[in-house]
């Protein structure tokens, strides 16, 4: 049997949920798998292994892969291409790579775990979506401190975070610049079922100071969500959105929130609102930004740059906004997504 090495450039964070998940699966199947990411550990065991599976999250991540990817394909191996850069249809040299995943791999049948036991190429061939994220292992760890995911910021170092995925899709899906809007089965919101399990599971074993909730957006808003958390009450990071009601932001500080992302992209409102179709106000950021404040939540606003047709005047709104939000903002440069995507794929 084929064994498989995963491998992803760490451009921002150096971890990838969507592989340590792959890995876990292979070894519950007893197939031979390890991740590691792009740079000397990938070149220390790429030899070792027959087939290379590659997840690119952004062209920019893609880009920084192709010297690792020219070299596992000088070597002979079989190589394959995954990720929310391939699921959007991004541009991948066809060249370098044997076979590309345009859905998620690891659905629950024909995907990759029966295309490495049974040479099933279905995952390969059709964009498929997993319709239940229930019965998936907990992802492979092997190697993880916990201090992975800092970015730098003080108010993180030192502090052992743990990863966790309660859902998966958008419940919003609406804002222009996203990565769902050109992904419409993952919009769907696919919700876990044994989030108190796992939960106590983690408390118990690892022992995290913050547990950091790799979900696009939690469904914070939804019932089915949030009765699964019963007693729990451990110390997260989470992504919320910066119109979340006061009663939602609430119950998630009350059961633990700690730190809170959140994107207002442009600082102009009506740009925001009529071009980016974000929803928010600024009655809402100025809400959400104070009572996280007064609850002493650590949050992270995000923005970007070189948005299209941005004018200088709102240039220096977003500057302005910056500035009086506060926090620990992060800014992004913006990508329109149709300019990488392969000439002719559709969705």
């Not at 547990?211 to 997260?236: A, G, K, S, T, V």
């Not at 005047?313 to 926090?327: P, Q, R």
């Amino acid at each position: 049997m084929k064994n498989i090495l995963f491998t992803y450039f760490p451009l921002y964070v150096g971890y990838n949920y969507g592989i340590s998940l792959l890995t876990s699966l292979c070894k519950q199947n007893s197939i031979d798998a390890m991740y590691v990411p792009c740079g000397k550990s990938f070149m220390d065991v790429v030899d070792s292994y027959d087939i290379i599976g590659f997840s690119f999250v952004t062209d920019e991540d893609y880009k920084q892969c192709l010297p690792y990817l020219m070299y596992a394909k000088s070597l002979g191996k079989e190589i394959l291409a995954g990720g929310v850069y391939a699921r959007r249809g991004g541009k991948i040299d066809r060249k370098l790579v044997d076979h590309i995943c345009r859905g998620e791999a690891d659905v629950e049948e024909g995907g990759l775990v029966d295309y490495l036991l049974n040479d099933d190429r279905t995952v390969f061939e059709l964009r498929m979506v997993r319709e239940s994220i229930d019965g998936l292992p907990s992802p492979d760890m092997t190697g993880i401190k916990g201090t992975e995911f800092s970015r730098g910021w003080n108010f993180l170092q030192g502090i052992k975070m743990w990863p966790y995925q309660s859902s998966r899709g958008c419940w919003y899906g609406k804002c222009t610049f996203c990565e769902i809007q050109n992904l419409p089965e993952c919009k769907k919101v696919r919700i876990k079922h044994t989030i108190w399990e796992d939960l106590t599971k983690i408390i118990d074993t690892v022992k995290p100071n913050l547990l950091y909730l790799f979900d696009e957006l939690p469904p914070y808003n939804m019932e089915e969500w949030r009765e699964q958390w019963l007693d729990i009450r451990i110390p997260f990071l989470s992504y919320i959105r910066a119109d979340i009601t006061q009663e939602d932001l609430l119950w998630m500080i009350n059961h633990g929130l700690k730190v809170a992302s959140f994107g207002i992209e442009c600082g102009d409102e009506i740009y925001r609102n009529n071009v980016l179709l974000k929803g928010v106000s600024n009655a809402d950021i100025i809400r959400t930004v104070s009572l996280l404040r007064k609850n002493n939540v650590f949050y992270i606003p995000t923005y970007m740059v070189g948005l299209p047709g941005e004018t200088p005047s709102e240039v220096e709104c977003t500057k302005k906004v910056i500035e009086n939000v506060g926090g620990f903002p992060l800014v992004f440069t913006y990508h329109n997504l149709r300019d990488t995507m392969e000439e002719g794929y559709e969705f």
